[in-house]
């Protein structure tokens, strides 16, 4: 058997896990039957750094069900669902990781994908590709493309795009509407509350809530936190999420002013050290910080942990610092508060994102030697395919346009 796991006598809680998840994944199910009867993805080897969690292992079997031999380790050194992991490795599954591990152990497990010489990648944060293009370009010939599940990756390939450094095709999977307006907006919104309440157990109604960034992540959060009641301040650098910010009703203003009324505060822009001590010294007694940008440089953990005079674990993934006298509380280690404290985006939005994953690596398949070096976005045919399968999932009918209206859009002599 060939796997690193934590206890693989958690195994079968770890199945019960999957399969209440897929009962929630009817879209992902649908493409996982075709790909069992028709195989596109027979002989190939995809190697993958994503969230070793409940949903995760449903498009594992996806892709094992078309025909691949598939290697998985986690993308975060905190989301790892041991148990979910356990599961995978007793089906016989390569997957190397665990909640809490070191930083030497998540490198060690990204090489043991590296190992197994994939021909496709598929990355959440993209250290995958970038470990393959910086230590191991002998891999590069054998792989037909790569797969990125979120926002930070994909930024990161534009750069190397910018840089020429990028060797191989790549689908910018959250680029699908399916993906970046589903699962960053819905799904951010609800796991990310989901972790400061498991962590705090904070009630939200009456808080001033501080987000800071208004992407599809900040706009999930306010949604979500404006719900419970919170009264929403959102901190932003772009003029025009500045303005939708302002327009869709919450205060907008600078973090040297938020920093002073927040209660509780979410980082997801995507940039490091938009939470800075300089922020901290004036927040207010018992303020809660919390992350859920893709990495751990959100909230400057380093000043925080140098500049505090006690830390101590006060409840599950929850610390509390006193800095200046001052106690204040960071929930999830200022890493991914949704899969540090609790459990993720939910299956629903999974499903919707994974549909993507599992169509990007047949895309891939269908055009190989045949796409540029680029990053590249799946056709819109596809997308709107994934949100018809989750229609249907979800028992939802739509109308269809008549011939008259078929014709009348696509002219342009009738007018008023
Ligand atoms: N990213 C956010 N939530 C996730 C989940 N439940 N599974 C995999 N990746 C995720």
Redesign the pocket.
Known sequence: MDYEVKDISLANQGQMNIEVARRNMGALMKVKERFSKEKPLKGLRIGMA??I????ANLVETLIAGGADVAITGCNPL?TQDDVAASMAKDGVKVYGYKGESKEDYYKYVNRIIDFKPNITID?GCDLVSEIHLKHPELIKDIIGGCE?TTTGIIRLKSMMRDGALKYPMVAVNDNKTKHLM?NYY??GQ?TLDGIIRASNILFAGKTLVVLGYGSCGKGCSLRGRGMGANVIVTEVDNFCALQAQMDGFRVMKMEDACKLGDIFITVTGDKNVIRLEHMKQMKEAAIMANSGHFDNEIDMKALEKAASSKRRVRHYFDEYVLDGKVLFVAGEGR?V??AAA?????EV?SL?FCGQALACEFLVKNKGKLSIDVHQLPEEVDDFIAGLQLEAMGVEIDELTEEQIKYLAGWQEGT
């Open positions: 994503l969230h969690t409940k949903e995760t989301s959440d599940e699962d799904g951010t796991s991914l949704n899969l459990e993720g985006h939910p299956s999974m994102s």
